[in-house]
């Protein structure tokens, strides 16, 4: 067990590393612009230009900057190009706002998801499982933006039911902080609940035509019983799998698109600053940020399934 | 985005009754694939949706055939200081404002730049479903849009599944260390969020295009957004058809033709690819709505399609600004887009409980 | 100094937007010209909140955005400011921190300023002669982009040649004792104490770091300090406990005690906190696409401004086909200025020149009729016709987007094969900046920095000024008659500098370039929005060069 425990966080790191030096390449090698102009500003003489690149040590080869910008991020060190903030710093700002709309959105999504589900295949054939399938069809194919767009106009511009954007911090205003989510949370979650309620439908669909479960209902056990004890139980396992991943995803920057259309300054918002203004330490930091949560939530559950199967961990 | 697991039953049939209906028919000597047709063939809703979807596709190709005759405008024509005429009257196609200066100095500012919206047949297709704060006409632009989103969506697809299916034959027929070094490389694509990594690339290449290796892209070639959206969903696609071939390589008919000497090409194609069609063509349908969606997402944050390109994402970034004034701007391209993968995701039900009711088609993690 | 757009989010042009506000309203009623100091003073109150928009930095050193700048009018003080005023005396000069205007000898090259005696700084220390040339090495040291307006004093190559190595100027000196500095130009410099009253010039205590200091910032000299400071968050001022009430009669005293300032980017959100009562002044731009529908709820409470702005396409006289006059006069028939200003929702008056109409520079140009025909045969003259041209624009802001977008059609219809590239506002400057880009024509705009025609002509439009990385001069202007006269008019001594003669040279300057040379496509002057709360008395809301002045807010 602890060797293939071992074994998967030196994977975990290996691929970090990997990633990192990935989005190095993807930022400076690709487009070939020169950083040092653009930090140097309007005014900027020559002079200027190539103190910055000294600084900075944007002459050096690019595994060497690679080298020193990993040094300064796990050292806290890290500032951006343009307004000379600490990247870890403004991170860490963004990660209330972050977790606060991933987490929400993940209790609305598996609530609802688990029950979306559980109703439709329980009610299989019938009028509420078809209408059900067709929402949940609808909600898997609206992009989130615009679902997010449209829900900030209609519910918060052309009127003033829910506040228009922003963050209230919890421990401001527990209130400003909930109302100010609804919309952002419902419209992260919507696409997740049609997912999620079609995935739960079709395994407990499944499962409920298992040997085992046939021989439970022959038993004499009533089909709520078998429903509940058994089918339920089995049909959720894959459903936490696909749980972790998203909410992984999600956290790492996933929700980039619901933070910019409602202006919640998280970590996404920030990637997304950071990519416009082609700014590479942020974008190295909150990438890491992102594949750390993903790598890290997928061993996770590898971890946890070769406890529960011993199978699994002589692969 | 999530990943998709395909399960069963969106059809008017049960599994269950669909399978007694087959006892009913008679399947001897029919081949799996007349069968599959032949249950498509009743699921009229399925088909309908297909239907859609073409028609939507076409409409869209076909956009620079029509669309400028029936509006009377090109898909870049802007119109700020033009007028037309509906019903009779004669209606600034942009609202026009003004400044005045009041007796003390005051200024007041009447905002205008406020165009006009959905005319539906009015003015004699003009304007049909409004215009935008250029007085360009939205209808041509959604159809031109969703020429070009449809074609990275479309073309993504193709192109990650021919890596993908590749990359998991390979992986999946050879194992070892090939196996080991292409599930390293889905692992790193993987742990990217999708969104990210398409920004990123997407962003970093449109800049100065890509000039390496002898290929030449400027930064506002299709092509771009197009490899990056192909690139990020091989996983997707990849993971699950390399379980499967895992699994198909065990079987005796496979070590029968290995023992025989036939080669590992031959292998491939007649034994292997032949028993993951029916996955991959499920799948395909999945990963073009996946595809349509994340083109659309990509270049509302100005990592995809770049202008002057209209594209459907695009045009709901611009109508941003715009959208207490005139709300049509973001909500009609919208609308295609959800039409569009409404009616892929349902078709692509429809065929996966056509090619095997009881399936268990999923996408492993 | 160029507007820097941000990203858009939903809601509205961004509108981050640097610019020193002119013309306005009076106080109240009736036309007060003068200094409005008199009508707003001695209305204290507890706390004033604010939303504000986004900005670089709050080191007065580094800060090149007037969103930090219209906060320095009350925290950073200078030897010399601008009058704390609306309208024309904005334009004003009065000493602040020199107890009176300097003494100069005649030939305009010797400055020198005597401090007043007993003030402090916000953390307690003197304010010493000797920490206005410390404040200036620093601004070297930190690679300021404040920097180039100091080029002119004796002794500064050495700093301007390797800037982090900068240790002194000479032509600065200060006499600690005497509380006196002087410095020392090279040739006469018509504004020397417009240059002086930027916040790169207001004197920080001489010990500060020579990095960026973000939380807190830089101890104050004014009535107020910044006490914290949050980037893309919020920011706190209060009162300087050291500034004695009084001491320094050129600047108001003060109103609110403290103001509390959140900083948001997105315009619609920060327009609501203001509806909403949680703030009692948005900075931000109005989103336009809700001017109508708030103009109609809370039109009292309102207010725009001119500013002291233009809006033009540059057209590159390297390349071709602007290489050619008929080509640049095509496009100068060609648009129409009053759908540009219809494409920024309103926001924008229609000029013709270069200069900003507040200017008493200022000579309105009426030359162009919008005349399509015209153009067509002014391209074909040119002999371009058909040849590509790629207009260059911010892809990010919906606004410059459009009116890219706009001039690509205009570009098509008069005969040119038009295409468009459309860049990110945080690189945007740079790319066209670049020689190597070698852009052909495209969006750009300017605000002044401060009120005097060397701002304009001699940064923008001078053609000893060319670089071939962050050029300023897009179009590569350079005639050398106009040069010459550039150079000179920025040269004088400051008897001369504001005179009948050196202004209507200064029009003259202007005339030629936009008529005679047709060498920009000037088309708009901006206009901004201030918006209050109910509880906001406007009788109180002066807007100086630099913007309201919160220092002058009162309560009803």
Not at chain 1, 36 to 44: D, P, V
Not at chain 2, 174 to 200: C, E, H, K, M, N
Not at chain 3, 478 to 495: H, Q, T
């Amino acid at each position: 067990m602890l060797a293939f425990l071992l074994r998967r966080v030196f994977g975990m790191v290996v691929v970090l590393a990997v990633v990192s030096f990935i989005v190095y390449l993807v930022f400076v090698k690709i487009p070939g612009g020169d950083p040092a102009q653009r930090i140097a500003g309007r005014t900027a003489t020559q002079a200027n230009i190539v103190a910055i690149r000294d600084k900075l040590s944007l002459d050096q080869p690019f595994y060497v900057q690679w080298y020193k910008m990993m040094q300064q991020l796990f050292t806290g060190k890290l500032i951006s190009y343009t307004d000379q903030l600490s990247v870890v710093g403004q991170i860490w700002q963004g990660l209330p706002v972050t977790f606060s709309l991933s987490l929400g959105a993940a209790v609305i999504w598996l609530f609802f998801g688990v029950l979306v589900g559980v109703i439709s295949a329980v009610t299989a054939g019938r009028l509420s499982d078809r209408l059900i399938t067709v929402l949940a069809l609808i909600g898997v194919s609206m992009p989130v933006f615009w679902l997010g767009i449209i829900l900030r106009y209609g519910l918060a511009e052309r009127n003033s039911l829910f506040p228009d954007g922003g963050y209230v911090a919890l421990t401001s205003s527990p209130l400003q902080w909930f109302y100010h989510l609804l919309l952002p949370w419902v419209t992260l979650a919507v696409l997740f609940i049609g997912f999620y309620g079609r995935v739960l439908r079709s395994n407990i669909l499944d499962t409920i035509n298992e040997d085992y479960v046939r021989t439970a209902r022959a038993k004499g056990l009533s089909a709520r019983r078998v429903l509940i004890k058994h089918a339920l139980r089995n049909s959720l396992i894959p459903i936490v799998t696909l749980f972790g991943l998203d909410f992984a995803a999600v956290l790492g920057g996933g929700a980039i698109l619901t933070e910019t259309v409602y202006d919640l300054h998280g970590v996404g918002f920030y990637a997304r600053t950071a990519i416009g203004n082609l700014d590479l330490p942020p974008l190295m930091g909150v990438t890491l940020y992102g594949a750390f949560f993903i790598v890290f939530f997928s061993t996770l559950v590898d971890v946890v399934y070769a406890w529960l199967d011993p199978r699994i961990r002589v692969r | 985005m999530a990943t998709s697991e395909t399960g069963q039953d969106f059809t008017l049939d049960t599994a269950a009754e669909l399978a007694s209906e087959e006892r009913g028919r008679g399947i001897e000597g029919k081949s799996p694939w007349f069968l599959a047709w032949r249950r498509l063939r009743r699921n009229w809703i399925g088909l309908g949706f297909l239907l859609i979807f073409v028609l939507i596709v076409a409409g869209c190709l076909l956009a620079p055939v029509y669309a400028s005759h029936v509006s009377h405008q090109g898909v870049n024509d802007t119109n700020v200081g033009g007028t037309v005429t509906v019903n009779g009257k004669k209606i600034d196609v942009v609202s026009s404002g003004g400044v005045t200066v009041g007796a003390n100095g005051q200024l007041t500012v009447k905002p205008g730049g406020v165009p006009i919206g959905p005319q539906w047949w009015h003015a004699g297709g003009r304007y049909v479903l409004g215009a935008d704060s250029l007085g360009r006409d939205i209808a041509t632009r959604i159809l031109y849009g969703g020429e070009n989103s449809l074609q990275v969506g479309i073309v993504s697809a193709a192109i990650c599944a021919f890596v993908a299916i590749v990359l998991a034959l390979l992986a999946g027929y050879y194992g070892g260390v090939l196996d080991w070094v292409i599930t390293r490389f889905f692992d790193l694509i993987w742990a990217f969020p999708v969104i990210l990594l398409g920004i990123a690339l997407g962003t970093a290449l449109a800049i100065n295009g890509f000039h390496h290796f002898g290929i030449n892209l400027s930064g506002s070639s299709l092509w771009i957004p197009t490899f990056v959206i192909s690139y990020v969903y091989i996983p997707y696609l990849a993971r699950p058809l390399r379980g499967q071939i895992l699994s198909l390589r065990q079987t005796e008919f496979v070590e029968a033709s290995v023992a025989q000497g036939a080669s590992p090409l031959r292998i491939m194609f007649s034994e292997l690819l032949p028993n993951i069609a029916s996955s991959i063509l499920v799948l395909f349908t999945l990963i073009v709505a996946n595809t349509i969606l994340t083109e659309a997402a990509l270049s509302f944050l100005g990592a995809g399609v770049q202008p002057p390109n209209p594209s459907w994402g695009t045009l709901i970034s611009a109508g941003q600004t715009t959208i207490v004034t005139a709300p049509w701007l973001s909500v009609a391209p919208g609308i295609a887009i959800v039409l569009t993968v409404l009616s892929l995701n349902a078709f692509g039900d429809a065929l996966r409980d056509a090619l095997d009711p009881r399936a268990k088609v999923r996408i492993e993690h | 100094m160029r507007s820097r757009k941000r990203w858009s989010s939903v809601g509205g042009a961004a509108a981050v937007v640097m610019a020193l506000a002119l013309v306005a309203t009076g106080c109240g009623g009736g036309k007060k010209k003068s200094a409005s100091t008199p009508s707003t003073s001695g209305k204290t109150f507890a706390s004033l909140k604010v939303v504000w928009g986004d900005t670089d930095y709050m080191d007065p050193g580094l800060s090149y955005r007037l969103e930090s700048w219209q906060l320095f009018q009350n925290i950073y003080e200078g030897l010399v400011g601008q009058k704390h005023a609306s309208g024309a005396a904005s334009a004003d000069i009065v000493p602040v921190l020199a107890e009176s205007m300097p003494t100069v000898n005649s030939a305009g090259t010797n400055y020198k300023f005597t401090l007043r005696k007993g003030l402090k700084y916000s953390n307690g220390k003197p304010i010493k002669a000797s920490d206005f040339p410390a404040t200036i090495v620093r601004d070297f040291r930190m690679n300021s982009p404040g920097v180039g307006f100091y080029s002119n004093i004796v002794g500064s190559d050495a700093c301007e040649k390797t800037p982090p190595k900068c240790a002194s100027i000479s032509g600065i000196v200060a006499d600690d004792t005497a509380g006196t500095v002087e410095v020392k130009l090279k040739k006469p410099q018509s504004d020397f104490l417009y240059v002086m009253s930027l916040p790169f010039s207001s004197p920080v205590p001489a010990g500060t770091p020579a990095k960026p200091l973000t939380n807190p910032p830089p101890p104050g000299s004014g009535p107020y300090y910044m006490t914290s400071y949050q980037p893309h968050k919020s920011f706190m001022i209060k009162r300087n406990p050291f500034y004695k009430k009084g001491s320094i009669p050129t600047v108001p005293q003060g109103n609110p005690d403290q103001v509390v300032g959140s900083i948001m980017t997105d315009e619609s959100a920060s327009a609501q906190q203001v509806i909403s009562g949680a703030a009692d002044y948005d900075e931000n731009l109005l989103p336009t696409d809700r001017l109508a529908q708030i103009q109609k709820k809370y039109g009292d409470k309102v207010k725009f401004f001119t500013t002291p702005s233009t809006y033009y396409f540059f057209m590159n006289q390297r390349t071709p086909p602007f290489n050619k006059l008929e080509a640049r006069q095509a496009v100068n028939y060609a648009i129409d200025r009053d759908q540009l200003v219809k494409i920024r929702g309103g926001l924008g008056r229609t000029t013709q020149n270069f200069l900003p109409p507040t200017y008493p520079q200022y000579k309105k140009i009426d030359f162009y009729k919008h005349d399509l025909a015209k153009a067509k045969q002014l391209v074909q003259q040119s002999g371009t016709k058909g040849m590509k041209v790629t207009v260059f624009t911010i892809g990010d802001d919906q606004v410059d987007k459009a009116t890219g977008e706009y001039l690509q059609g205009v570009l098509k219809q008069i005969g040119w094969n038009a295409g468009i590239r459309e860049l990110a506002s945080g690189t945007y400057f740079t790319v066209v900046g670049n020689q190597a880009t070698k852009a052909q024509i495209g969006f750009t705009d300017w605000f002044q920095d401060y009120p005097y025609p060397t701002d304009w002509f001699n940064i923008l439009e001078n053609g000893e000024n060319i670089t071939s990385v962050h050029n300023n001069n897009y179009s590569n202007v350079n005639f050398p008659a106009v040069n010459k006269e550039i150079d000179r008019l920025g040269a004088l001594p400051p008897d001369q500098a504001n005179s009948k003669s050196t202004n209507d040279a200064w029009a003259k300057v202007d005339h030629d370039l936009m008529v005679k040379y047709a060498s920009e496509v000037p088309y708009l002057n901006g206009l901004l929005t201030d918006f209050f709360s109910s509880r906001m008395d406007r009788g109180c809301d002066v807007t100086t060069n630099f913007y309201a002045d919160f220092s002058q807010f009162c309560l009803k």
